[in-house]
């Protein structure tokens, strides 16, 4: 499975952005995904995960209310609709598939990852 994340850029406080991470691969709707980010000096942290079908989601409390993640398995993609950023968002963005199907919450329930892209966020 080779996933090709799209979407990044730079955009000003208060702004938005919608990330896309495809699938190469053609079971792409049995694979939980998740959206992480990785901002310099920081540790990568789960931004938001959901489950084979789309009717699971996870969000980490700092993005709740203005990230929604969604997927088409028709289109063997996953998205990230980032709305109200904020300069704390800034990060290189990863999108990871687990076989598992389920919500993953750690990166290590994760076995594909998508190549990063990069959000910066002006203040």
């Known amino acids: 499975v080779q996933l090709q994340a799209s979407g990044g850029g730079l955009v000003q406080a208060g702004g938005s952005l919608r990330l896309s991470c495809a699938s190469s691969?053609?079971?792409?709707?049995?694979?939980?995904m998740g959206w992480f980010r990785q901002a310099p000096g920081k540790e990568r942290e789960l931004v938001a995960g959901?489950?084979?079908?789309?009717?699971?989601?996870y969000y980490a409390d700092s993005v709740k209310g203005r990230f929604i993640i969604s997927r088409d398995n028709a289109k063997n993609t996953v998205y990230l609709q980032m709305n109200r950023l904020k300069p704390e968002d800034m990060a290189v963005y990863y999108c990871?598939?687990?076989?598992?199907?389920?919500?993953?919450?750690?990166?290590?329930?994760?076995?594909?990852w998508g190549q990063g892209t990069l959000v910066t966020v002006s203040s």
């Open positions: 990871a598939a687990g076989r598992y199907g389920g919500l993953g919450y750690g990166g290590d329930e994760y076995d594909y």
């Open positions: 691969g053609r079971i792409f709707s049995i694979y939980g």
């Open positions: 959901i489950n084979y079908s789309g009717g699971s989601t």
